[in-house]
């Protein structure tokens, strides 16, 4: 091992110290004989070497454990991975504190001596120096805080190893005399608080001092109180506040509100003593969900350093072009401490504070951001934080079948597995041209984006199937075409091969009382009116069943899906060939000449013909993340765009003849905060 003692220390010259034997402390047990449930072990700290009377930078993380009797799973919490800015290695989580539930309810004080020698899991060695803890507490408990990188209501219950890191800091604590807990009445137990004592701290600060910061989590709180850490030696007192916490989800059992919650406290000045005491303020609440309050007072772990440490990292944040971004981060250590931000690893000139702006971000913007931070001891680096400026992102494929309607605006469809036929005849000798083959044990579908030209409150679907029954003939029905969320048509085939059409939410249903499943080609069209409240099913160019008194609207930014649907129907074993949506109600002729001779009928209302003549072709996925923003799209890259306001991401287009321009729009420019609840 080697040490750089800083050059100011020695006359401007830096001296290094070379040593293989570290110089070795006894551990120290100290019992409490007024406990007869105090489990006396040996705890270590993780910390630099005390090499020949010259310290080097030291960090710390103390842990609580609970032990949660009546409920073995939720019992302890092990650190197995870097928490706040301290490394795995130099967390300690000391011994389970019982809750009170399926054991002894009690005042406990517990005890362990941290040192280079731990036997007890948990632990880790501290290379030189014995530290004393002792705490004492009502019961500790377990929340299910997830921490201040996770979104609201922050609850996680997955467990105390559910994600390692932070959580397992957060999972348990210890309680604070007041919300709840084992013998509570109306939320109140009326108990102490906890109380906090750690003896022997100059011999792993041997020639420095240190600051403390506190994290806390609680199963019922709505904010958390200021703590004191206290130099016993001196008799002086520092203030720590919990200054932002994110918001609980009220569980509503209570005059006041209360939920799990937690969060960090801002850091102590430097202290420079061998006996600390960490107490928490009085928890206090007062009833009133908008006026009242509830303070808690607990606490689960604790960070004694000197050098600096990122115990609160800048969080990732997504941002569109004109945006602004807040960065923001926090970090524990005996000041001064300095600050500098870097862009890709490169500093960032003038960016020497606790947060960074970024004001009308562009492309240039994105990237990698760290915080750099130093003070006489050492240096930390924050973990980076990841700024996105949203894009379209396109994705090639090969599974587009192409809008043969040569009037209005081109609807590709995106095929989903089905299987491509340049013609199919049955056993009557009908032959179609151009058809998609689904299988219902792949579950193929054919989806066509939505678009507004679908709204359209008069219409005709229509299409030609060929069918020899369902998979399941003891199941729900067969979706052939679905349009539909809250409203919407649906075309099915029933079990027995009879057909109908739906809307929605409409109990009355035009059926077709054929049966269509003898593998045979039949041509199908519904027609719907929603202004006359009518529907009516057409088989083989000739009207089968009609019905009235329908009200319905189509759904908002609804897809149209072809052979296999979102809602619960089985998905469709046959073939489809020309399937076609037009705009206005067909009358009984046009239907008959489309079935007789494929003719395109009222070809100014047709909207989507889908008549598969060529194989599915190439074609792009287009993806955004931006939430409150309008697809457009153009010929050319000057405009005039489109709005296509119905689009939501993923949108699919297939490749053309005619090339096709994409952007967006409406999007008011706003700051992204990347750490909302930063001191």
């Not at 957060?170 to 137990?189: A, E, H, I």
């Not at 609440?285 to 990292?313: C, E, L, Q, R, W």
């Not at 029933?494 to 269509?516: H, M, R, Y």
């Not at 609207?553 to 149209?560: E, F, L, R, S, Y």
């Amino acid at each position: 091992m080697k040490l750089v003692i800083p050059p100011r220390s020695l006359g401007g010259r830096p001296v290094v110290i070379k040593s293989q034997v570290p110089i070795k402390f006894m551990k120290r047990d100290r019992l409490n004989h007024h406990n007869p449930q105090l489990r006396q072990v040996a705890c270590t700290v993780s910390a630099a070497a005390l090499m020949l009377g010259v310290s080097s930078a030291a960090t710390v993380g103390f842990h609580f454990q609970c032990d949660y009797c009546s409920a073995a799973s939720y019992s302890g919490a092990v650190v197995t991975a870097s928490a706040f800015g301290v490394g795995v290695n130099a967390w300690e989580s000391l011994t389970q504190m019982e809750t009170g539930y399926g054991c002894a309810a009690g005042y406990y004080t517990l005890n362990q001596t941290v040192n280079t020698s731990p036997s007890d899991p948990g632990l880790n060695p501290l290379p030189n120096g014995s530290i004393t803890v002792t705490w004492s507490a009502y019961t500790a408990n377990v929340s299910g805080f997830g921490g201040y990188d996770r979104s609201g209501p922050h609850y996680t219950f997955g467990g105390p190893n559910a994600r390692p890191g932070n959580e397992q800091v957060y999972w348990g604590f210890l309680r604070d005399g007041v919300n709840f807990g084992p013998g509570s009445s109306g939320g109140d137990n009326n108990q102490p608080g906890y109380s906090i004592d750690l003896v022997g701290l100059k011999t792993l600060f041997t020639n420095t001092p240190f600051a403390i910061q506190l994290i806390a989590s609680a199963d019922s709180m709505q904010y958390l109180t200021n703590a004191f850490v206290i130099d016993a030696t001196a008799g002086t007192t520092q203030s720590v506040v919990y200054a932002s916490t994110p918001p609980v989800s009220d569980s509503g059992d209570t005059a006041w509100v209360r939920g799990p919650g937690g969060g960090l406290s801002t850091a102590s000045g430097a202290l420079n003593t061998d006996h600390v005491q960490i107490i928490g303020n009085r928890a206090a609440h007062v009833a009133g969900k908008t006026t009242g309050y509830n303070f808690a007072s607990t606490i689960s772990g604790f960070i004694v350093t000197d050098k600096p440490v990122v115990s609160m990292p800048p969080n990732s944040v997504l941002a569109i072009g004109g945006d602004s971004i807040a960065l923001s981060a926090y970090a524990v250590g005996v000041p001064p401490l300095a600050y500098q931000w870097r862009h890709n690893g490169a500093p960032i000139s003038g960016a020497t504070t606790t947060t960074l702006a970024l004001n009308n971000v562009t492309l240039a913007t994105a990237g990698s951001y760290d915080l750099v931070v130093t003070n006489n001891y050492g240096m930390d680096v924050s973990s980076p934080a990841t700024v996105t400026l949203d894009t379209i992102a396109t994705t090639a494929g090969s599974n587009y079948v192409l809008d043969s309607n040569p009037n209005a605006a081109q609807h590709a469809g995106l095929n989903l597995g089905a299987t491509w036929l340049a013609s199919s005849a049955d056993s009557s000798g009908l032959t179609r041209t151009g058809v998609m083959s689904f299988s219902a044990s792949a579950t193929n579908q054919i989806v066509v984006p939505n678009d507004t030209n679908f709204n359209a409150n008069a219409g005709t679907v229509m299409f030609w199937m060929r069918s020899a029954g369902v998979a399941d003939p003891a199941g729900n029905p067969v979706a052939l075409f679905d349009r539909s969320g809250a409203d919407g048509l649906q075309i099915l085939m029933n079990p027995d091969g009879t057909l109908q059409a739906q809307a929605v939410s409409q109990a009355s249903k035009a059926v077709a009382t054929n049966p269509e499943n003898d593998n045979h080609w039949h041509h199908v069209a519904v027609t719907f009116d929603q202004t006359a409240g009518s529907m009516a099913v057409y088989v083989d160019g000739v009207s089968i069943s009609a019905v009235g008194g329908l009200t319905w609207n189509w759904p908002a930014n609804q897809q149209i899906e072809l052979g296999t649907s979102h809602n619960s129907f089985q998905s469709y074993d046959g073939l489809l060939a020309d399937v076609r949506f037009y705009n206005q109600v067909l009358s009984d002729a046009q239907i008959a000449s489309v079935y007789s001779t494929s003719a395109l009928a009222n070809a100014s209302a047709l909207i989507l013909r889908l008549n598969f003549q060529t194989a599915p072709v190439d074609g792009v996925t287009l993806q955004w993340q931006a939430k409150d923003v309008i697809l457009q799209t153009s010929d050319s890259a000057q405009g005039p765009y489109v709005d296509a306001p119905e689009v939501t991401s993923p949108y699919d287009a297939a490749t053309q003849q005619a090339q096709k321009f994409y952007r967006y729009r409406g999007h008011t420019p706003r700051t992204v905060v990347s750490n909302p609840f930063l001191m």
